[in-house]
């Protein structure tokens, strides 16, 4: 069982910049791809990022460029790098970890998820 906790969410400008962390829990996260999805207000969850076990990363179409995932400098942790935020940005965002494949409809597991306010 892995257990996946996100902090770093809060309040930020737009334009600006917040980094969002995952810590895993409970095993090691090297064989397994993790990401971050999000799901703002009236909206459902969509997939944000991801980097595979094997460091190949993938992102949506409307964070590319701004957004970056990265694994931890620790073996078990995961960053979202936002740069340039906009209002729509604004959602919870939930860190996954899965094992079959890089897709957040596949993930074995889920973080409670961070609250990111995009202010203008």
């Known amino acids: 069982q892995v257990r996946l906790v996100e902090s770093g969410g809060g309040l930020v400008q737009a334009g600006g910049s917040l980094t969002l962390s995952c810590a895993a829990s409970?095993?090691?996260?090297?064989?397994?791809?993790m990401g971050w999805s999000r799901q703002a207000p009236g909206k459902e969850r969509e997939y944000v990022a991801v980097?595979?076990?094997?460091?190949?990363?993938f992102y949506s179409d409307s964070v590319k460029g701004r957004f970056t995932v990265s694994r931890g400098s620790a073996e078990n942790t995961v960053t979202l790098q936002m740069d340039s935020v906009q209002p729509e940005d604004t959602a919870v965002y939930y860190c996954?970890?899965?094992?079959?494949?890089?897709?957040?409809?596949?993930?074995?597991?889920w973080g409670q998820g961070t609250q990111v306010t995009v202010t203008l």
């Open positions: 996954y970890a899965g094992a079959r494949d890089t897709s957040p409809r596949n993930a074995d597991y």
């Open positions: 409970g095993r090691s996260t090297s064989s397994l791809a």
């Open positions: 980097v595979s076990w094997s460091g190949n990363k």
